[in-house]
């Protein structure tokens, strides 16, 4: 039986980053992976998405171009030539993750694995022991129990990726991020989109002021908010309205889009300690057992990409590394690629208020940017917040609506991770013109001294 310093399962963004991580640190590693490398993410979520969403981008840009001076013709989208296009980048990206693993020097094997114990798993019916693990399996769709739910126009995320045609009518089940985006994408190309949502308002992780202008700036896109699915038949979807009075919508195609659950197949022979379906582990990354570590979304803590790396390496550092790391989630951002964009890092002001903060904020137009006017023109939306504690200063949340919010958000990730305060950001010198000077104009707003 071979062995290795480490063992990880999964090659998503957790697992490869750690097994590139242990690697580079001249450990002998072993990947294991049940589809392809990269995970979900990279085959099946974020980057096919994204390819996805940039091409009916474009094409909503060449539709709306007049008043830059931009007169098209007769355009149109292409949808089989989009989705050669989202293969190709999610090929070219798998060979960039082969590449590396072969830098590292990890060993990379594909099957299913089956953990028999803490230091042995076996996978195409060889076995195989370590001095460590990293459970990184990541998380599947979850099915809701709703009678119909299993028709075959209705999708998870993972299946609508692969569709050779756009639907005419989509009816999305969920207004969380993948929901959305993939409504935003829809109906950019002309399908008609309706979004059913069980919640008062969709995306529950941002500021309650910024979900309801993306939810006014996706104009092709109606929505049903506080609305419970019954059934779904062959042409509708049943649904009950929060008043609960019994509706329908006819829907050529359907997207489940109602969250996800952790992967935790084949390692039940492990007494790990399970709760709300995901592994528990402690801020390190380590679970009940010693030389077990789980990241990414078989934890449930943080079910983001770049959380998963983030894990990865705080794993690492704490199983192999001089530097004991820990794992903190307040200065996590996220984003929406919607078109516009959405982004967050830090407290909404409701976050803020439940946990008694005493908080100041103040709200900024992206029109007020120049850059942004240029490029965007007068009747696109944009916002800018930022929430600071009232008595030091420190800023504890930063929220962005609008072209480029997925690109400044990191800069809103270091603020509140090095706590900057309000009067720190006033000194930070961006550059003109750029949207992300917005950020200091808040700040200027919230403290006009000098």
């Not at 309205?241 to 019994?246: E, L, Q, S, V, W």
């Amino acid at each position: 039986m071979k062995r290795y310093d480490l063992i990880v399962i999964g090659s998503g963004p957790g697992g490869y980053i750690a097994a590139q991580r242990a690697g580079n640190l001249g450990k002998s590693v072993l990947l294991i992976e049940a589809d392809a490398l990269g995970g979900v993410c990279t085959n099946h979520g974020c980057i096919p998405t994204k390819s996805l969403l940039g091409g009916a981008k474009l094409y909503k840009h060449a539709l709306s171009g007049a008043q830059f001076g931009l007169e098209v013709d007769g355009a149109r989208f292409n949808y089989n030539q989009a989705s050669a296009h989202k293969d190709e980048t999610v090929k070219t990206l798998r060979s960039g993750i082969e590449f590396l693993m072969k830098s590292a020097k990890v060993d990379v094997i594909f099957g299913h694995a089956q953990v028999l114990d803490e230091h042995t798993v076996e996978v195409n019916k060889e076995r195989y022991g370590c001095d460590y693990l990293i459970l990184a399996t990541g998380s599947s769709s979850l099915v809701p129990p709703i009678k119909g739910s299993t028709l075959p126009h209705v999708l998870t995320s993972t299946e609508i990726l692969a569709l050779s045609e756009a639907p005419e009518s989509l009816v999305v089940i969920g207004g969380g991020v993948i929901g959305i985006e993939f409504a935003s994408f829809f109906s950019m190309i002309g399908t008609k989109v309706t979004v059913i949502e069980m919640m008062d308002e969709i995306l529950p992780m941002a500021d309650g002021e910024f979900a309801k202008l993306l939810r006014r700036e996706l104009k092709g896109v109606d929505f049903h908010l506080g609305c419970k699915v019954e059934e779904i038949d062959a042409k509708h979807v049943h649904y009950t309205t929060k008043a609960g009075d019994r509706k329908s919508i006819e829907a050529r195609m359907v997207l489940l889009s109602v969250g996800r659950k952790p992967n935790t197949a084949g390692f039940e022979a492990l007494p790990l300690f399970i709760e709300r379906g995901g592994v528990v582990v402690n801020d390190r990354m380590q679970t009940n057992l010693p030389t077990v570590y789980a990241v990414g979304d078989v934890n449930g803590k943080s079910l983001l990409a770049h959380s998963a790396s983030r894990m990865a390496e705080v794993a690492v550092s704490n199983i192999f590394g001089s530097k004991q790391m820990r794992m903190r989630y307040d200065a996590i951002p996220w984003a929406v690629y919607s078109s516009p964009e959405v982004a967050g890092c830090g407290l909404t002001e409701a976050e803020a208020n439940k946990r008694g903060l005493p908080i100041k904020s103040q709200t900024v137009q992206m029109r007020a940017s120049g850059r942004f006017l240029a490029e965007e023109g007068k009747r696109a939306g944009g916002l800018v917040k930022v929430i600071a504690h009232r008595d030091s200063g420190a800023i504890v949340g930063i929220h962005l609506l609008g072209s480029y919010a997925s690109e400044i958000i990191w800069g809103a990730a270091a603020i509140i991770e090095a706590e900057l305060r309000v009067q720190d950001v006033k000194e930070i010198v961006f550059p003109h013109p750029s949207v992300n000077e917005l950020i200091k104009d808040a700040c200027f707003a919230l403290d006009a001294s000098v």
